[in-house]
């Protein structure tokens, strides 16, 4: 494991019982019925993951993975390279009744075991604050493909990879990191997590900036065809400081008019033969 991949993964660990306990992660009202998934992902997933097998990359403690079962998906496996999320997304698996429909692998996405790696799924999903942890996107959009049967679906709920040039410490919006994809990671230091920004807890972490047309593009030559690609204002928690809470709960631009996109969305589907 590279020391980039090692330091994300020693941060993670760590995250893990702080959002667990956060208000906002909520575990008490998953486990009794609610979903951890936004309205928009409930509307655009049902119809494509009902009656289905599914993978979840970068699954974290599993609560996307089993809202996603209970959308009605036949199966649904789990994978991120944290034990301390495999470990609390088992025990919750088993908590809601989900553990005979659910699988949780603890691995590095490029090093996913080669057992596992031979399997293929109906649909891949990923969801918010994912993508970014990644080295390589080409390399993660073989292995997308790779899981995928022909005529499978990628399913991608993220941060707009325009937002992820914002200042997160600036009261007005202001641009501070990289839009197109680079090598080294941009590494940073904070107190405090996004699920508690208060908790006395100090990150360093990792990330890689993307452009959207990079990874349109990565899906493309990995084989697949793009059904849609939305773009949302608002965004589930109080990512930026110069955000302010709608009326849905949901966190968006002071005035819309002059705001940028969020959130995305992308469906796209690997192409037959
Ligand atoms: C912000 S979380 C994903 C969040 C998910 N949408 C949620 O809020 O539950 C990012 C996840 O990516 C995982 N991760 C980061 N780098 C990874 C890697 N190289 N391989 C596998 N998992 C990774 C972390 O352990 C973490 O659980």
């Known amino acids: 494991m590279d020391v980039h991949t090692k ?23 998953f486990k009794s019925g609610k979903s951890s998934l936004s309205p928009h992902e409930i509307r655009e997933l049902r119809p494509i ?60 996405i490029y090093s996913i075991p080669a057992g596992f790696r031979k399997k293929k799924f109906d649909v891949v999903y990923t969801g918010g604050g994912a993508l970014f942890w990644l080295k390589d996107l080409e390399r993660w959009g073989r292995i997308v493909s790779g899981f995928l049967r022909p005529g499978g679906v990628l399913y991608i709920k993220g941060f707009h990879p325009f937002s992820n040039s914002f200042d997160e410490e600036a009261s007005e919006p202001r641009l501070r990191y990289p839009y197109f994809h680079r090598k080294e990671p941009i590494i940073n230091k ?25 990874l349109v593009n990565v899906l493309v030559g990995a084989g697949l065809t793009i059904d849609y690609l939305h773009e949302f204002m608002t965004v589930g928690y109080k990512r930026f400081q110069f955000l302010v809470k709608g009326r849905d709960d949901r966190w968006g631009w002071k005035d819309p008019n002059a705001g940028v996109p969020l959130v995305f969305s992308l469906r796209a589907t690997k192409q037959k033969g």
């Open 7 to 29: 330091a994300n993964l020693k941060m993670w660990n760590r995250m893990v019982p702080i959002n667990a306990k956060s208000k906002m992660y909520d575990v008490a009202g």
């Open 49 to 108: 993951v009902k009656g289905k097998s599914v993978l979840h990359l970068q699954c974290h403690f599993g609560m996307d993975t089993l809202s996603i079962a209970r959308l009605g998906a036949s199966k649904v496996a789990g994978v991120d390279f944290s034990p301390v999320a495999i470990s609390l997304a088992r025990k919750l698996a088993k908590q809601v009744g989900l553990d005979k429909r659910s699988e949780f692998v603890c691995s590095d």
């Open 190 to 214: 904070f107190h405090g997590t996004y699920s508690e920004p208060g908790a006395d807890f100090e990150s360093e972490e990792h990330n890689w900036s993307f452009g959207m047309g990079e």
